[in-house]
T-cell receptor, first 111, second 111 residues
Framework: NAGVTQTPKFQVLKTGQSMTLQCAQD?????MYWYRQDPGMGLRLIYY???????DKGEVPNGYNVSRLNKREFSLRLESAAPSQTSVYFC??????????FGEGSRLTVL | RKEVEQDPGPFNVPEGATVAFNCTYS??????FFWYRQDCRKEPKLLMS???SGNEDGRFTAQLNRASQYISLLIRDSKLSDSATYLC????????????FGAGTRLFVKA
């Protein structure tokens, strides 16, 4: 019963460093998402993938890139981390509208 | 104006109390509505969908008022374990992915 698995769970970066957040789901869902959550802001969509082979920008895509590697995996890359990207990142997958299954989150701090 | 607005709370209630949360949305084309629950430092999890006629799941009742563009969540006989943040979620198919999360309402249930 793994569901959605994200790695790493915690990461500290220095400004300008790069990193990739990995996400995998085992529910055979077509759609996958990356959100960030900041205090008082709620969850904001960074990128999503409606199906394997497609990706689209969400509300806050600047500074991020994504790859839908296959149906199971959807990675999020920060090419040059900035302090404004300090946040909790959640990966999610879904098959039905609005019914998202989230990973446990990745806490990123950029110094 | 935010697309989905919630009273951030916190709501502090004693065990056994009835508590209600409201959520307003600005997009009149919104089609689907949900409540999610998020425990402290955990991922959001779907609590219930909200149907046009209203729906109930045990101690939880969700209502939708399309004319006034708000949804509500009523929790009866509050338990300590109900302490969490409740997120209102609205979906609108108006070109591209459009599932918007509210910032959440915090609930503390005390003995």
């Amino acid at each position: 019963n793994a569901g959605v698995t994200q790695t790493p769970k915690f990461q500290v970066l220095k400004t300008g460093q790069s990193m990739t957040l990995q996400c995998a789901q085992d529910m055979n869902h077509n759609s996958m998402y990356w959100y960030r959550q900041d205090p008082g802001m709620g969850l904001r969509l960074i990128y999503y993938s409606a199906s394997e082979g497609t990706t689209d920008k969400g509300e806050v895509p600047n500074g991020y890139n994504v790859s839908r590697l296959n149906k199971r995996e959807f990675s999020l890359r920060l090419e040059s981390a900035a302090p404004s990207q300090t946040s909790v990142y959640f990966c999610a997958s879904s098959e039905q509208v609005g019914e998202l299954f989230f990973g446990e989150g990745s806490r990123l701090t950029v110094l | 104006r935010k697309e989905v607005e919630q009273d951030p709370g916190p709501f502090n209630v004693p065990e056994g109390a009835t508590v209600a949360f409201n959520c307003t949305y600005s997009n009149s084309a919104s089609q689907s509505f949900f409540w999610y629950r998020q425990d402290c430092r955990k991922e959001p999890k779907l609590l219930m969908s909200v149907y046009s006629s209203g729906n109930e799941d045990g101690r939880f009742t969700a209502q939708l008022n399309r004319a006034s563009q708000y949804i509500s969540l009523l929790i009866r006989d509050s338990k300590l374990s109900d302490s969490a943040t409740y997120l209102c979620v609205v979906y609108a198919n108006t070109g591209g992915f459009k599932t918007i999360f509210g910032a959440g309402t915090r609930l503390f249930v005390k003995a």
